[in-house]
């Protein structure tokens, strides 16, 4: 069989032979003429039949059927090629098919054009030569003229959901007022019409969600979702399920992205949305699974391994967290390009030094570099926050006055301040102090433990354990409510009462030194001095420079 590129060549030879003939048949004998241009009509006019009829409807249905089996786009756009005359539905079913297959593939372009072809096929003879020039050359500035002439051409072929797309992007370029009114109009009358044109919906979806358009977004999803789902088609599932994310709909985020098979994955996006989908629907495990594939076929994208560092966190693994961290710092890009994800990483390092590796002096000097609206949405602010674990209470309470002028009831910052009070050690007016705030605050864990602490420092012992008992009920896996609830037991001489606080702070942090020299000591109360010893020993294997181990140890053994 002849190749689709020289059949058409074959078929103007014969056109120019017949000419040729009808021609020559003119200057012998005129009815000789005429009788060759008739049947060079009527055959060309049976070819075209013919091909309408049985030849293009065979090609489209064995494309199709390549195309459900799965097989490889080049093939399904190979057969096709040979349907290049095809007009009217089955053109446009050709065309559509084409395009999802140069899409598969790549071409974006090509595919553009294959969908503008097949809507052109869809108007008539008569009307396709004037529309098909709209699309020519789209002026960066349209004027007045060319917008009032892309009106009448929509009246001219109102079912063509290209036009008006075309017409709101060159009213969106003409920047007025109005005009942007006029854009989104077209752009929601083009919706319906493009159901079957995943370019146009995805470039819909898109403008939408830039523009706060979520209405026009949503609908555009909404279609792509239901009809065009092929994982083949590559239109913005990222952009998509980020949007499914920031609405709350993580499972539905998931559906979207799951079906993308990992090849086709080539934007960080595509993980993201399944990670962070998995990880706020429960499935850390599964989360964490996600985001190691996704480093591994994209090691250089910063957001993956900030999201690795997210998951690890949570999954308490915090050296892959520091770990990830580390990495994402690597991968950053030089220069003024990489300034805010720069920003960013010191905002995730400060908080990761200052909440998992207690070393604020770290935070400090990271939250320093940046400006204060990059310093994370934090209330009460991280460097606030910082001052305080590093002792500057006279500072801090200073900025604490000055927040609390604008928020005079929010209970995290007069927590705050009762916290600078008991650094300072103020106990005399902190306890009235907390005894006087509101309801909102006693809902807070830390109001109880500073409660029990300023008692215990004024005698109050009872009270004191009270207090510190219910902090530690409210937040269990508190390391520090742990402890000094283990210290108003101890106050009374409840040393079982005391130890149990101690272990559930050892399950905590396996390693604390004080839980460990502080079991050590209840085992002695308790006169097990075996036990004591035991407790010192594995601190000192933690923290072999621990001077107050090593000195209860040493009291233990001379006796």
């Not at 559509?96 to 598969?104: C, E, F, G, V, Y």
């Not at 801090?396 to 000055?402: G, K, L, M, Q």
């Amino acid at each position: 069989m002849l190749s689709a590129r020289l059949r058409p060549v074959l078929g103007l030879l014969l056109i120019l032979l017949v000419v040729v003939l009808s021609v020559e048949g003119f200057r012998q004998e005129p009815r000789f003429g005429w009788i060759l241009t008739g049947t060079l009509i009527a055959g060309v006019w049976l070819g075209w039949a013919i091909r309408q009829v049985w030849i293009y409807p065979t090609v489209l249905a064995r494309a199709e059927i390549l195309w459900s089996a799965g097989e490889p786009a080049s093939s399904v756009a190979e057969c096709l090629d040979r349907a290049p005359l095809a007009t009217g539905e089955l053109g446009y079913r050709i065309h559509l098919l084409r395009s999802a297959a140069h899409q598969a593939l790549g071409y974006r372009d090509r595919a553009w054009l294959d969908l503008l072809e097949g809507q052109l096929s869809r108007v008539p003879r008569w009307k396709r030569l004037e529309v098909a020039r709209a699309f020519r050359k789209v002026p960066d500035l349209p004027s007045a003229r060319r917008l009032a002439w892309g009106e009448r051409l929509i009246r001219l072929a109102p079912r063509m959901a290209r036009l008006r797309h075309l017409q709101g992007i060159l009213l969106l370029r003409s920047g007025g007022a109005e005009a942007l009114h006029q854009a989104w109009a077209h752009f929601e009358a083009a919706l319906p019409l493009a159901w079957d044109d995943p370019l146009v919906l995805d470039d819909l979806m898109l403008a939408g969600l830039q523009h706060g358009r979520e209405d026009v977004a949503e609908r555009a999803l909404a279609v792509l979702m239901a009809r065009h789902g092929d994982p083949r088609l590559p239109w913005d599932r990222g952009a998509a399920g980020m949007h499914l994310l920031r609405s709350g709909h993580p499972a539905e985020a998931l559906a979207l992205i799951q079906a993308l098979p990992p090849e086709r994955r080539t934007q960080p996006q595509h993980w993201l949305v399944e990670s962070i989908s998995r990880r706020r629907l429960g499935d850390l495990e599964g989360s964490w699974q996600v985001a190691e594939a996704a480093v591994r076929q994209l090691p250089e994208a910063f957001r993956l391994w900030m999201e690795r560092h997210q998951i690890a966190l949570e999954l308490r693994r915090d050296d892959e967290a520091l770990r990830s961290l580390e990495r994402a710092w690597k991968v950053i890009p030089g220069g003024a390009e990489g300034e805010s994800l720069r920003q960013e990483w010191q905002l995730r390092r400060a908080e990761f030094a200052f909440w998992w590796e207690d070393q604020p002096d770290l935070a400090k000097s990271l939250l320093e570099k940046l400006p204060p609206e990059q310093q994370g949405p934090h209330h009460p602010p991280l460097l606030l926050q910082v001052e305080v674990a590093l002792g500057e209470y006279e500072t801090a309470y200073a900025e604490v006055i000055n927040l609390l002028k604008a928020e005079p009831g929010n209970p995290e910052l007069l927590l705050l301040q009762a916290d600078c009070l008991a650094g300072m050690e103020t106990w005399e007016a902190l306890l009235p102090y907390l005894n006087g705030l509101g309801e909102a605050c006693r809902e807070y864990p830390a109001f109880w433990h500073l409660r029990g602490l300023a008692q215990a420092n004024l005698g109050d012992h009872l009270p004191a354990r009270l207090d510190l008992e219910r902090a530690v009920r409210l937040d269990p896996q508190h390391l520090r409510y742990l402890l000094d609830a283990g210290h108003g037991c101890a106050e009374l001489g409840d040393w079982d009462r005391a130890e149990g606080h101690w272990r559930q702070a050892l399950q905590v942090d396996g390693r604390s030194e004080e839980a460990l020299i502080h079991l050590a000591e209840a085992r002695r109360e308790l006169e097990d001095l075996d036990g004591a010893r035991r407790y010192l020993r594995e601190c000192l294997l933690h923290h072999p420079d621990s001077a107050d181990a090593q000195a209860r140890l040493a009291e233990l053994e001379a006796n």
